[in-house]
């Protein structure tokens, strides 16, 4: 069983930047592809950006180039660096862990405004 806690969701304008963390509970987190999911009022949950064990990024295109997926395996934790958001990025942000077994995190708030 691995342990997902995000953290770092808020409230911004447009324009401004974020930065959320999941720290995860994995003893092999290096194994694991890493991910970030959302789901915005109404919508389905969507991908936004994965981290590969060997350390290949996937990104959607509607966040490409304003948003980076970095990790620390040392730390068990990894990142989502979102810059220049829109109040389109408004939604639940969830974390994700793929190896055998999947998990997700309880997810975080990230709110932009216009």
């Known amino acids: 069983q691995v342990q997902l806690v995000e953290s770092g969701g808020g409230l911004v304008q447009a324009g401004g930047s974020l930065r959320l963390s999941c720290a995860a509970s994995?003893?092999?987190?290096?194994?694991?592809?890493m991910g970030w999911f959302r789901q915005a009022p109404g919508k389905e949950r969507e991908f936004v950006a994965r981290?590969?064990?060997?350390?290949?990024?996937n990104y959607a295109d509607s966040v490409k180039g304003r948003f980076t997926i970095s990790r620390d395996n040392a730390k068990n934790t990894v990142y989502l660096q979102m810059n220049s958001l829109k109040p389109e990025d408004t939604a639940i942000y969830y974390c994700?862990?793929?190896?055998?077994?999947?998990?997700w995190g309880q997810g975080t708030q990230v709110t932009v405004s216009s």
């Open positions: 994995a003893r092999t987190f290096s194994n694991y592809a």
């Open positions: 981290s590969w064990s060997g350390g290949t990024t």
């Open positions: 994700n862990a793929r190896g055998v077994t999947e998990f």
